[in-house]
């Protein structure tokens, strides 16, 4: 990981231990889970489409209950209707970027549009 990137590194076998996965897929239903191998012993969360109250908060409370960090991929118009959430991410120390500001369908919006 490169020195000057905000994430910290969180130890796989601990997170396992302590359920952070269950944690989080609970609050998910489980739907969304991808690998790719590697030897090393880490894994990076990402959340799409916030922030979203009822939903960002409660992530964001379970990330602080395992000292985890996560990427935020946020939509403008959520961070304008959820600004405190958004700054919340932010004071925690996550890492955010910028998901559009509405997340037109890629697959029915022509390119000049999108």
């Known amino acids: 990981m490169p020195e000057n990137h905000p994430r910290q590194e969180l130890d ?3 997170a396992i231990q302590s359920n952070i996965f269950g944690a ?7 739907k ?6 590697t030897k090393e012993k880490i894994i990076y969360l990402t959340f799409d489409d916030g922030p ?4 960002t908060d409660k992530v964001l409370s ?3 209950d395992f ?3 996560a990427t935020f991929f946020c939509l403008g118009k959520n961070v304008a209707q959820q600004p405190e959430l958004f700054q919340r991410i932010i004071e925690e120390g996550h890492s955010v970027g910028n998901h559009s ?3 037109p369908n890629g697959w029915k919006t022509n390119n000049g549009d999108y």
């Open 12 to 14: 796989f076998k601990k």
């Open 24 to 30: 989080i897929t609970q609050l998910f239903s489980g």
């Open 32 to 37: 969304v889970v991808f690998k790719i191998p």
């Open 52 to 55: 979203t109250l009822g939903v």
């Open 62 to 64: 379970i990330l602080d």
């Open 67 to 69: 000292n985890a960090k």
């Open 101 to 103: 500001y509405s997340h």
